[in-house]
């Protein structure tokens, strides 16, 4: 989850403020959604704040774009209209000169510090690559860096209709509640993520970095549905918007947040055993319930030379340092973190309440790495690449050794993702057997329901 876009909220007034958080400069106009959902009868849409600066591409050379109609051309500082792009597919082609963009459509050019490309009709859809999309599209100079930003534009409920099938799959009715559950948090997780990235210009990126997000070619009726049964509503804890995360399948148990990452821990998130009267966990049929992967020692320590060093500078940074305590022990006087060397020994010092690793020893020619956390799963790289990394941090390592020597690492595992909040694979069963989202949300996340409102001010 996963989303993390330059749209800054300010809270003031509870509109959506476009700032680039670059320069230190006022932001550039508040644009309205292009495409206003319609509100289900009897609820309320969360107050004014719905807008989502969804971040696309960054430090592109040039950036095309695409509309499937007429569209305006805007200053995105001033507000100020530059052109009218008429015709029935739009194109604009923009790059960077110095910190401005300079845009251009067939004869027609222009220059400004941020480009908008804003369709005259809600119906029309902008492209990029092979993707369309709702909304529109924002074209900034990449802060601090060379290049440009395409950030995507888009209102709250619409952005979840390009989220929600991606990041739960395409599913029956009679597991509608898991996708209205999921659209809920995934509709909270947003919120609570509005301007994380904001550094980059916009607030989440399209991507397992924060949400998946594909635009409006592929949605699908039943999530669509589902987010429009659950429109606005969001789920909050102590008055305030919770940290609605949630991955593909906890493996039985799911995690306590500050056993994970280097966060401070959250009533709503601890472990518990994904069951209802310690039976079976709802996500045991998955298909990575359990799943095993293995190395020839050889492999893993080339894998080692390069995601050890990554691991030491990733923790090393401010934020994360005093929670990873003691990273790297030399071996001898020479032993450098930067430079492993041979394999000798893995172990795995200590677990989490769930039982997912927390303290692994990467034993090397070097000294020993003392790895945390789910940072193991960044470590421990698969060779195949698919997963990109370890699939969870509960698992068992097998060493095999050969005539003296460790000759193959295996482990084996269960559960896919980081294990904190809603289980997926979970959700999906307990909605086929007639829980109801509000349930299933109370489930994953205790103490904490679904609620109707106007948005906490953010700063
Ligand atoms: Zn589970």
Known sequence: MKNMRLLVFLGAMTALVLGLGVSGCAGPKRFSPVSPVQQPAGRTLVDGLQLVGVGLAEQKTSLTVSATGACLVLDGRSGQRLARLDGGEVELTCRR?????????????????????????????????????????????????????????????????????????????????????????????TISHLKSRSSRGFDVFASVMDQVYR???????????????????????????????????????????????????????????????????FCSDYRYYHWREEWTAGRLEEILQTTLPEYLAYMSEPARIEWAGSLFIPRDAGGQGAVPGGLLDLEILDRTTSGRVSHLAVRTEAGEYRVRGDRVRWVLRPESGNPAILRSARFEVELIHRDGRLAEVATRGRGYGHGIGLCQAGSLVMAERGYTFREILAHYYPGVSPTVGTITKRK
């Open 97 to 189: 000169s110095g910190d401005r963009v300079v845009w251009q459509s067939g004869q027609r050019k222009g220059i400004a510090d941020v480009v908008v490309l804003q369709p005259l009709d809600p119906g029309y859809r902008v492209g990029y690559g092979d993707h369309r999309y709702r909304g529109e599209f924002l074209i900034l100079p990449t802060p601090a860096s060379l290049g440009l930003t395409l950030v995507n534009n888009v209102e709250l409920e619409n952005y979840l209709r390009g989220v929600v099938p991606w990041e739960i799959g395409r599913h029956g009715r009679d597991r509608m509640a898991a996708l209205e559950a999921q659209a809920v948090a995934a509709r909270t997780y």
């Open 215 to 281: 635009g409006s070619a592929d949605e699908d009726a039943f999530c669509n549905e589902a987010i429009d049964q659950t429109a606005g509503l969001i789920l909050r804890y102590g008055g305030k918007e919770i940290e609605a995360y949630y991955s593909a399948c906890c493996g039985g148990v799911t995690s306590r947040i500050e056993e994970v990452w280097a966060r401070e821990g959250m009533p709503y998130l601890v472990s518990h055993v994904d069951a209802m009267d310690s039976g079976e966990p």
